[in-house]
């Protein structure tokens, strides 16, 4: 049976995303990829215009499914354990091929403009993820009321600056400690 186009672009933005999972965007060339899946290089052109529209479109769809997979496996969850499991999940405790796409998307983000509109994307979409669970919180008495949104970019920049420090180094007893210290500042502010 022969593939629908749906599904070819699909194989191929999934395809991408494996590959810069495992080298780094700047590192993928079309040639890779057209070998990795047995494709022409004329499939990659005929859905993208050039290399920068199917990087974006492939990070786009993996950044978005990993939003949409992590958001149902706690939808059913209370607030404070959707809350713990995001700083569990966030943090690496091991070394991270994931972790390496979202450094290479943030060194292409800080040389293009289209790349760091899809990095701002993101940041505000897991932003707002993360704020609704504190307002749900919140609302459910679970939390004192509070600036959610404030509370976010603390959150933020706290998970921020424990995780480049764990993606050096990471081991489960860095992991426990830094998760062990964001619960107290969400203790202390919530």
Request: proline residues 3%; hydrophobic residues 45%; glycine residues 4%.
């Amino acid at each position: 049976m022969k593939e629908t186009k749906e599904a070819l672009k699909a194989r191929i933005l999934d395809g991408a995303a494996a590959l810069f999972i495992e080298k780094g965007i700047e590192n993928v060339a079309t040639r890779e990829l057209t070998e990795r899946l047995s494709i022409s290089r004329s499939h990659i052109y005929y859905y993208f215009s050039d290399w920068q529209t199917l990087c974006i479109e492939a990070l786009t769809r993996y950044l978005q499914n990993e939003l949409d997979d992590f958001s149902r496996s706690i939808e059913s969850t209370l607030p404070a354990d959707k809350l713990n499991t995001a700083i569990e999940n966030y943090l690496p405790d091991a070394p991270d091929a994931v972790w390496q796409l979202y450094g290479s998307l943030w060194q292409m983000a800080g040389r293009d403009k289209a790349f760091a509109e899809l990095a701002e994307l993101f940041i505000n979409k897991w932003t707002q993820f993360i704020t609704a669970i504190v307002e749900e919180g919140i609302a459910e008495g679970i939390y004192r009321p509070v600036d959610s949104a404030r509370f976010t970019r603390q959150l933020s920049a706290l998970l921020n600056g424990y995780a480049d420090s764990l993606m050096i180094s990471p081991t489960p007893a860095k992991h426990r400690e830094a998760v062990e210290d964001i619960q107290a500042f969400i203790r202390l502010t919530l």
